[in-house]
């Protein structure tokens, strides 16, 4: 009995103890709570410490207002062409309306879920293998606004619909990495091709301006080949005529008798049988005519010379031929012509350039004085020089 008013107050503390924690609750940051007051909805809770009335009022439901994102496992869906397909999706979703949320939907999340699901099976119903692989995007932008539209009566947004994966059967995928590795087969052979027609239009394009350009320098050595050809044998015979000229003057001038000559053509005879193939040579019949010409010839020498002196007045050494002179006054004649030629290219400049001036100057305004420089170039354009050729030898 002396107990029991102790445990009286302990009693009374701990119902004010409850009657205080249901009284006070504190809502955290961007949560909403939903509150009944005997079964019936009274009010929500902003985040903060709120009052209520103990025993009366019930938190039913704490609603989280940020953005939730739940991911739905992959489920088989039908495409136009009767291929399954398995695609794994992802929500991003928001509370708008913590009461709707509470009291539309008994479970919003699996709501979601389901009318994922169906509008996917819609969705993809109309669409082939292939348009289904490459418009993601286009799916993504569908699904999101039938199902903002279907949720927002449950005071729910979808911001996002977001589709992971799209996987076709095995068998699918084997024939498109197939077609994948063949095409790429067909890539790399045309860029191989392509690489060796260029190639080979790049060697044929050379090979074609190598032979032009050898057929032109081919062309270009002849000419050059057959012009020094031309001109060695202008030279030679320009040679053989003025040796023949100059034997044939020395011959005149020495005035030979028939002695001489029947003398050289017995100096002849051994050439004559000199040859490799002369295996029989015949002695001509004007050999025993020379001899008998030269031993009177040589006779009446013998007798002339005792009775009379030699009269040397009759021979004539002939001039002799100096080429290199001749060579020096051909290429002097040649630089004064050249010289001549620039001295009157000069000439026509410098008037050509006068008539420009005059023709430019204001009409009021005298004429400039000539320079000195100019001058003797005009007098050399109007006057040339007269260029003597030097006399040939051979004409002397």
């Known amino acids: ?27 955290r940051q961007q949560q909403v709570a939903v509150v009944e007051r005997l079964g019936k909805f009274r009010r929500t809770l902003d985040p903060g410490p709120h ?5 009366i009022d019930t938190v039913r439901y704490t609603m989280d207002m940020r953005e939730a994102v739940v991911p739905f496992p992959p489920q088989g869906v039908i495409t136009e062409d009767n291929l399954m397909v398995n695609i794994d999706s ?13 009291y539309e939907a008994q479970n919003y999340i699996q709501a979601i879920e389901q009318l994922t699901q169906t509008t996917l099976r819609n969705i993809i119903g109309g669409l082939d293998l292939e348009q289904t692989l ?13 199902l903002d539209e279907a949720t927002g009566k449950w005071g729910i947004k979808v911001n996002r619909v977001e589709l ?13 990495e197939k077609g994948a590795r063949a095409e790429r087969d067909k890539r790399a052979a045309i860029l191989i ?10 060697s044929a394009s050379g090979e074609k301006e190598s032979a032009i350009l050898r057929a032109q320098g081919d062309r270009e050595a002849a000419v050059l080949r057959a012009q020094a050809d031309r001109q060695a044998a202008m030279l030679r015979a320009e040679g053989d005529a003025q040796a023949i000229s100059t034997t044939f003057s020395a011959i005149h001038a020495s005035k030979p008798t028939q002695g001489l000559l029947a003398y050289q053509y017995l100096q002849m005879l051994p050439k004559l049988a000199r040859g490799e193939a002369n295996k029989v040579w015949i002695i001509p019949s004007e050999l025993n005519e020379a001899l008998k010409g030269l031993g009177t010839i040589a006779g009446n020498a013998v007798n002339a010379i005792a009775t009379e002196p030699e009269d040397v007045s009759e021979f004539a050494v002939p001039k002799k031929v100096d080429v290199f002179a001749e060579i020096q006054a051909q290429k002097a004649a040649e630089d004064e012509q050249s010289q001549k030629s620039v001295q009157e290219a000069i000439a026509e400049a410098a008037a050509i350039e006068g008539r420009r001036a005059a023709a430019l100057r204001p009409q009021g305004e005298s004429p400039a004085i000539a320079s000195p420089e100019s001058a003797p170039q005009r007098a050399v354009g109007e006057a040339p020089e007269a260029r003597t050729e030097p006399e040939s030898p051979a004409q002397g």
């Open 51 to 55: 009052l209520l009335v103990p025993f």
């Open 193 to 202: 091709a392509e690489g060796q027609r260029q190639s080979q239009i790049l």
């Open 90 to 102: 992802v929500i991003y979703f928001q509370v708008v309306d913590p009461v709707r949320a509470a």
């Open 164 to 176: 992971r994966s799209i996987e076709p059967p095995a068998t699918i995928r084997d024939a498109m």
């Open 1 to 27: 009995m002396e107990y029991l008013p102790l445990i009286i107050w302990i009693l009374v503390a701990a119902i004010v103890v409850a009657v205080l924690v249901r009284s006070v609750r504190v809502i």
């Open 134 to 146: 490459v418009s993601r995007e286009e799916i993504n932008q569908k699904l999101r606004s039938v």
